[in-house]
């Protein structure tokens, strides 16, 4: 069992930056690592991915050359830069793993990840 805890979401102006955590704790060997985002009434989508080593990334479009994911393996900590930010990056911020390294399509479902964090809420206003 993995356990996952996020933390550093807040309110921002538009333009502003923030750095989001998780710290993972349990049986921590895990491949991939993702960063999903939920808003009001609405699914939630892949927002980035990071191989284990930290070689292979992945980000949803509209987050690209806006937003950096890495990892720590040593602290069992992968983090989301989001610079840049918009009113519509708006929603809560949801870290998961899972075992093994997928497919591109298997890496953006979110049905893919095991273990998942309670969320952290990202408000950016206008």
């Known amino acids: 069992q993995v356990q996952l805890v996020e933390s550093g979401g807040g309110l921002v102006q538009a333009g502003g930056s923030l750095r989001l955590s998780c710290a993972a704790s349990?049986?921590?060997?895990?491949?991939?690592m993702g960063w999903f985002r939920q808003a009001p009434g609405k699914e939630r989508e892949f927002v980035a991915v990071?191989?284990?080593?930290?070689?292979?990334?992945y980000y949803e479009d509209s987050v690209k050359g806006r937003f950096t994911i890495s990892r720590d393996n040593a602290k069992n900590t992968v983090y989301l830069q989001m610079n840049s930010l918009k009113p519509e990056d708006t929603a809560v911020y949801y870290c998961?793993?899972?075992?093994?390294?997928?497919?591109?399509?298997?890496?953006?479902?979110?049905?893919?990840?095991?273990?998942w964090g309670q969320g952290t809420q990202v408000t950016v206003s206008s």
């Open positions: 998961a793993t899972a075992r093994r390294w997928g497919t591109l399509g298997e890496l953006t479902r979110a049905t893919f990840f095991e273990f």
């Open positions: 349990g049986r921590t060997s895990s491949d991939a």
């Open positions: 990071i191989s284990w080593g930290g070689g292979i990334t």
